[in-house]
């Protein structure tokens, strides 16, 4: 195979990027200040330097009477004991600081104005002091006149905070209904917000602009319970009598698809008493919908009866498409309108093609071409497992532009075309996407021929621009914010503040976040480049040496356990998931207790699984047991996400699977997701740390069919 270069790098002149090897492995990140945030430290220990100035001229008078006596040495001992106590104030102000920020913060999640007046009169002048300001605002933003909005906007211009609060405001005015006020601040406003949205065209409306909820799609299909300032747009449209009974039923049946009930409840309340379904019967749909399958009424004949019947299939079909198929073929196709026959046969192929049913191709050919997005996109899956490449070329056809121009479709479009003996245009698709560097990018360049290769230079911010980076107000922010605990503002600071940055800038704000140890903060940053990269600072390696030894103690490829703590945690050694799966490796606790029993690790304790070496050690073992399961790195990939059994179930039943297709038609998409990028990153890490061509269609491999003889349950935690 040809060699191409693509966006690598690796050290050449300069180590700046990297470190040297091996360097801060087993430090816990406690205090990862920037020097910019240092600095302010530095203005701390300046005053209590000052403080041991004004201390110094007693002394010294003191000295001299007692130079007259022959005590030098005391004065001496004192002037000691003062600096050093010079030297323990300033930690102490420091934390003291620290204290009054998360004490105004926990106040102000709390709502406690009072609490929060103590905390904030501390910290006059303090770093975040944008933030401090919003804060006290947005407690009290209903009753604040817009005298005191404007003051607070214009002083802090072009922050994060005023974008934040900009957005809430809107929302004040469009429920106050001022409207001149609305329109000023709108045209100021960059994001598309849904409930902003909404108030706009209640203020359109209010000017005598009609509109229909068809128009309003982007509103009217939202799946999940609308926000104020939407159910007033609703109640307008519906007062002026411009939702008809099928756009409600159109909605219902959006949100019970996506089991959104409680939405769908309140949807239903916008239809008149002689169109609404019996209460009863539609509670049953929710929670027992076999039941009313199989106790249909009598007569169809009723909208709000066959929509019921409709939507208990739907629910059916979540969990048994399989038996909601055979349902609807023998009982239900002659009772229901063709059009919600065909609904529902789209319906029962998306549920199907997600369990991966030999029958999801059929039942997609009985819901015709009338398919929505995810549909479609699940109908491309059914036929890449069962190898019916005409079909996939057919079905990306339908898709919207933007999304046949994604690179998944733009890659299996081309793999279509090549499996339909069309070279030259699957070469042209391919070539679309060769030179990107994620998991399809990277395949379509091997379909080309080549493989990845590392560049000769990389970019190497300057000093002069690491310290422009330092100097930026809301980048110093951003790292402070994380420091304190405060991540997800820290990440939202970050993103607002590197927003417009070009490559240079972007390469010094993630030199800037590594050298303070904010990993996430410079992969992040160093992601985004485009034409300049630096692949050091995308794919670093902190901790080397520790995963490097249990790499080795455990047999695993040293550059596919980076490539998953990339994804998994962003090298950030204390992130906590919502499920509790913790430290670098996002270990489970159950997991690692699993794991701490079969290693034989002793004194482990749960309070310490985010200590460096300890987690590596319990996520590279456990990564073992599920490698010696599954035989595969994907599976394992998968497995290490979703659980083992899932990785297994999610094969083929019996043919061998193509690596790249068993990863596109996994059905969690999060799932998904995470083993595109562990399989990509993994490529990234061994040209790194290894110096060495790595294909990502050799590390895909094929997958092997399911065996009866594997055991029915996992033995593994997931």
Known sequence: MAGVVLAFDRPTKSEAATGKSGERELKICVDPLAKGIERRRGQRHSRADEFLALGFAPVLEWGRFLGHMGSFMIFKELR???????????????AANDDAVLGAYDAYRAGDALKFARFAKRLDGHLLDPWIDYWRIAMRLEDTPTKEAHAFLEEHNNTYVAEVLRGDWLKVLGKRGDWSEFERQLVLYPRDDLEVRCYAWLMA???????????ADWMWLEPQELPDGCAKLVQLMLDDERVTVTDVWRRVRLLFARGQITAAKTALGYLEKVDSPDERMLAEAARQPKRVLERLPKSLERRPVSEVVVLALLRYARNEPDAAAKMLESRLASKLPEADVRYLWGRIAYEASREHHPDALKWFAHAGTRLDEEQLAWKVRAALRAGRWDVVRETIDLMPATTRHESAWTYWYGRALAAQGEETGSR????????QTDFYGLLAAEELGYVSTLPESIYVPTEAEVDAARQDPGLARALELIRLGMRNEGVREWLFGIRYFDDARLLAAAEFARRAEIWDRSIQAADRTVRSHNFALRYPLPYREVFTEYAKTYDLDEAWVL??????????TDARSAAGAAGLMQVMPRTARFVAQKIGLRNYLRKGVTEVETNVTLGTGYLRLVLDQLGHPLLASAAYNAGPARARRWRDASRPLEGAIY????PFPETRDYVKKVMANSVFYAALIQKEVSPLKARLGTIAPRSGAEPAEDDLPE
């Not at 409306?205 to 128009?215: C, F, L, N, S, W």
């Not at 490539?563 to 950030?572: A, P």
């Not at 990863?663 to 996994?666: A, D, G």
């Open 663 to 666: 990863t596109e038609t996994i």
């Open 205 to 215: 409306a209010q000017r005598g602009e009609e509109t229909t909820i068809a128009e």
């Open 563 to 572: 490539g998953l703590v990339r994804q998994e945690s962003r090298f950030i």
């Open 80 to 94: 000691n004991l003062l600096a050093a106590l010079a030297l323990a104030v300033a930690p102490l102000a420091a």
């Open 428 to 435: 042209a698709y391919f070539l679309r996407i060769a030179g």
